[in-house]
């Protein structure tokens, strides 16, 4: 009985040690820095060999959403503090593919109109997220200021805690809204495009 007195005792100490260690680290929480930059985006042009409905196109569009997180990496005793120190966030679409009905001869007037069209669709992504870069921006940030630093008792699993760091800051509710914000914004914006024209530029081709 008075063993296994001892070994719980130790193994509270043991608790306790590694929680203080723990709450030790907040100490060397910083105010984050958030860096944020759009991606270079290119355009690529094809005609699948299936007709399209009503001899349109359309445009597929990848976003990007990237984070860098940046860590402090402190050591104290029986281990390391790691804290965050910055985000670079690369936010954006970067790739762009528009399918263009392939009964439309290249160059042609009708070619050209629904190119002209769906060009529009891809200035519309473009610029919901130039709109949205100051959301972005407070968004990010009030995730990364969230994030708390950790304690680790070996150097080696440090990139371990950085990876868990990069999902908490992803998963923060602010950054999952203002991202289904820019979501709804360029469907609504897009929308709007196809209802003001409706065709009228193919209409012109005849």
């Known amino acids: 009985m008075h063993r296994l007195g001892l070994s719980l005792v130790l193994g509270c100490s043991a608790l306790f040690l590694g929680t203080c260690f723990a709450a030790d680290c907040v100490a060397y929480k910083k105010i984050p820095a958030v860096y944020i930059n759009t991606p270079d985006w290119s355009k690529t042009i094809v ?9 349109h196109g359309n445009v597929v569009a990848t976003m ?8 402090d990496v402190v050591p104290v005793d029986g281990g390391f503090c790691v804290g965050l120190k910055s985000v670079n966030a690369i936010v954006g679409y970067n790739d762009f593919v528009v399918n263009i009905d392939m ?7 009708e070619y050209n109109a629904v190119l002209a069209h769906e060009d529009k669709h891809i200035k519309t ?3 919901v997220i130039d709109d949205f870069k100051g959301e972005l921006q407070k ?4 995730a990364a200021q969230s994030v708390m630093p950790r304690f680790v008792k070996n150097r080696h699993l ?3 805690v950085i990876e868990k760091m990069n999902d908490e800051l992803q998963s923060h509710p602010d950054v999952v809204l203002v991202k289904q ?3 709804a914004d360029v469907e609504i914006r897009n ?7 409706s065709g009228d530029e193919l209409k012109k081709c005849k």
Do not use: T, W
């Open 64 to 71: 990007v959403d990237n984070y860098q997180i940046n860590a």
């Open 139 to 142: 968004s990010i940030y009030s």
């Open 125 to 127: 992504y473009l610029s």
């Open 181 to 183: 914000k820019i979501f």
């Open 47 to 55: 005609q699948p060999r299936k007709e399209m409905d009503l001899l």
């Open 158 to 160: 440090v990139d371990g």
């Open 191 to 197: 929308k709007q495009i196809d209802r003001a024209e």
């Open 103 to 109: 009964r439309h001869i290249p160059e042609s007037c």
